[in-house]
């Protein structure tokens, strides 16, 4: 089956520094990738969604400058949290899509848990 | 201000008995329907997807049942398992773009 991995699977850092977080398929060319973020005992929240070489696209209200993605390669997406706040403070997940006739096959990764100071 | 934390609904049942779980969809558009498995600290896991031509399908131990005209979704678990407790979420994909939108999830228990 496909894998997508993500990295790190947690991180804490202090308010106003920024971090960086990994998503890679492992074993298959990702056509799309997509961020979400989940809060506590809530559901998953799609952030933006991202293409190889394009510029990624933001949900309503997800600040893009906050959120800085990067798909260098149709293996990898990277999402930089800026200037990180406490209310930042959440589980991010990626996932990866590939077709699957006329519809997209999407694979998560094991998210990442980012605490902020 | 004050902030008020969601809760999911909860769903409990014994260890061998069979588990059905709800959801309501938005998108009247939506053609394709997946549910997923999330256990604590974990990325959710694909159980089962069913696309708006069935009303039906089985999986191992698994049934995803469709109803179009009220735009509800069930998931149904044969002979539950202390290993299926765990939140699960059912999700529509309105533009065959593989952007999925989340129901609110169910976390389901299984005593034994």
């Known amino acids: 089956g496909a894998v997508v991995s993500q990295h790190p699977s947690r991180v804490i850092c202090k308010s106003g520094t920024s971090v960086k977080i990994e998503c890679r398929s492992l074993?298959?060319?990702?056509?799309?990738m997509f961020w979400y973020r989940q809060f506590p005992k809530q559901s998953l929240m799609l952030m933006a969604t991202?293409?190889?070489?394009?510029?990624?696209?933001?949900e309503q209200g997800v600040e893009k400058d906050k959120f800085l993605i990067n798909h260098a390669s149709l293996t990898l997406s990277t999402l930089t949290v800026t200037s990180a706040h406490p209310e930042d403070s959440s589980f991010y997940i990626c996932?990866?899509?590939?077709?699957?006739?006329?519809?997209?096959?999407?694979?998560f990764g094991p998210g990442t848990r980012l605490t902020v100071l | 201000g004050e902030s008020v934390g969601l809760h999911l609904p909860t769903l409990s049942v014994q260890e061998g008995d069979n588990s059905i779980i709800n959801c309501a969809y938005s998108?009247?558009?939506?053609?394709?329907f997946i549910w997923y498995k999330q256990e604590s600290g974990k990325g959710p896991q694909f159980i089962i997807d069913?696309?708006?031509?069935?009303d039906k399908r089985q999986g191992q131990r698994v049934t995803v049942l469709l109803n179009k005209t009220v735009k509800h979704l069930s998931l149904q678990i044969a002979a539950t398992q202390p290993g299926d407790s765990a939140v699960y979420f059912c999700a529509e994909d309105p533009s065959q773009g593989g952007k999925l939108i989340f129901g609110q999830g169910t976390e389901l228990s299984v005593k034994p």
């Open positions: 998108n009247s558009a939506s053609d394709y």
């Open positions: 074993d298959f060319q990702a056509t799309t």
């Open positions: 996932s990866a899509s590939r077709p699957l006739g006329s519809y997209n096959e999407q694979f």
């Open positions: 991202s293409n190889e070489g394009s510029k990624a696209t933001y």
């Open positions: 069913i696309r708006s031509n069935m």
